[in-house]
């Protein structure tokens, strides 16, 4: 089985020590399907609809080791 692991930041917390999350093309087949997987393993209030690399870029598919923080809207 392919997997890796990411290390996930809320976006605008410069405390937050980042949660690593595991991702299997498996568990994860489609983009929405991770975005709502990632809401539910944060806890956050709101559904994470944004991810971004930690240099600011938007990123579209989980397809490689990145480190990304997400935007609640």
């Known amino acids: ?7 996930v930041y ?3 917390d410069e405390r937050d020590p980042g949660k690593l999350i ?5 568990e994860f ?3 929405i399907l991770f975005l709502d997987a990632l809401t539910r ?8 609809n944004k991810l971004f690399t ?3 870029i938007r990123v579209e ?7 990304i923080l ?3 809207a």
């Open 29 to 31: 087949k489609h983009w």
């Open 1 to 7: 089985m392919s997997f890796f692991q990411i290390r």
């Open 41 to 48: 393993k944060l806890g956050t209030i709101t559904a994470i």
């Open 61 to 67: 598919h989980v397809s490689c080791k990145e480190y």
């Open 10 to 12: 809320k976006n605008g």
């Open 22 to 26: 595991t991702i299997t093309r498996r």
């Open 54 to 56: 930690t240099g600011g």
């Open 70 to 72: 997400f935007d609640i």
